[in-house]
């Protein structure tokens, strides 16, 4: 394996985090990867989750200089409101992908790149649950901040936030 995807973490998560504050968990789990050599995090720059990942890695970067934060756009007109956050912006050869599976194929890049992911998946559908999925497929390894949620009887979610 390449030396820098053994480098390297992505995010995955959902958009929407319901008012969560994940900051302490991700910088913990963010943290344990740079002891164990992780220097570059790849992000997707799409909502509660990403952002919460961002300025974790951003802050950590006063501790551990090396580390690089990377945004990973899905098409030329992607617009992140934090790009503040990440050292550099860097669009895949995405240019033949049609523009709605373009997200898809940029979150199956950022996989392809790492050896590992922190990621706070908690429903079972969506872009993020299908990345998860091939994330563990390829084999990396993967903290996982949330287990799934599921609809009880009655319909409402049940949260069942644990460390995995």
């Not at 990973?72 to 409101?81: E, K, N």
């Amino acid at each position: 394996m390449d030396n820098r995807i053994i480098q390297t973490c992505c995010f995955i998560g959902h958009r929407d985090l319901d008012g969560r504050d994940l900051t302490p968990q991700i910088l913990y789990a963010a943290e344990q990867l740079i002891f164990k050599g992780v220097r570059i995090f790849l992000n997707g720059g799409m909502g509660d989750f990403d952002r919460q990942s961002a300025y974790v890695v951003r802050w950590l970067k006063k501790r551990y200089p090396t580390v690089q934060s990377l945004l990973i756009i899905p098409y030329l007109t992607f617009r992140c409101d934090y790009s503040d956050a990440f050292d550099e912006i860097l669009y895949p050869d995405l240019e033949t992908i049609p523009f709605k599976q373009a997200i898809l194929r940029r979150n199956r890049f950022m996989v392809e790149e790492s050896a590992y992911a922190i990621s706070h998946v908690v429903y079972p559908w969506g872009g993020s649950h299908r990345t998860l999925q091939y994330a563990q497929k390829r084999g990396l390894s993967a903290v996982l901040l949330a287990k799934l949620e599921y609809l009880n009887p009655a319909g409402s979610v049940k949260d069942r936030v644990a460390r995995a």
